[in-house]
């Protein structure tokens, strides 16, 4: 099963990038074809119509693509404010355009519909950024995709990394597992 692991954030320091190579490294052992993306890779501007009239930006195309080829996600949410990042919304929402003109992406939801997707998220504060989830469910319920119901946000992140950056507590890998392997059930489930 092809799954696709991202986080929300592109600090160089970021609990949420930090958890996105843990569960990377968790899926890798469990027979997933992972694909770690980092958003710092691609050069997405902020979203804006007009410049959309111009043509989709060429990384645009190329996260559509990744996206459209993985039939599962992980996404590691940070939490600003009690929701997701700008940075996190500015993608989907690029993503989620339809490319006019274009008759393989014509369809905005092309790359959404039917991904079966894993909420994660790392905050120091004791929640560990569940506020963002809930936020970030109905956005993805809008663009079609599947929602796995267990998710798992990680509190008191500054201490929850060894040096290595993998999860110190195995309670907290096998958190991070229960939501990796619903992922990969309902994935296989639903490609039938």
Known sequence: MKLLVFAGSTRLNSFNRQLAQAAATLARASGAEVTHLELADFDIPLYNA???ARGTPPDVM???EIMQAHPAWLICSPEYN????ALLKNTIDWASRPVKNDPVWQDGLKSFRGKVVGLLSASPGALGGLRSQSHLVPLLVNLQCWVAPTAFALGSAGDAFDADGQLRQDAHRKSVQAVLDQVLFAARRLAV
């Open 62 to 64: 190329k996260l559509k």
């Open 82 to 85: 009690g929701s997701y990042t």
């Open 50 to 52: 007009d410049l959309e």
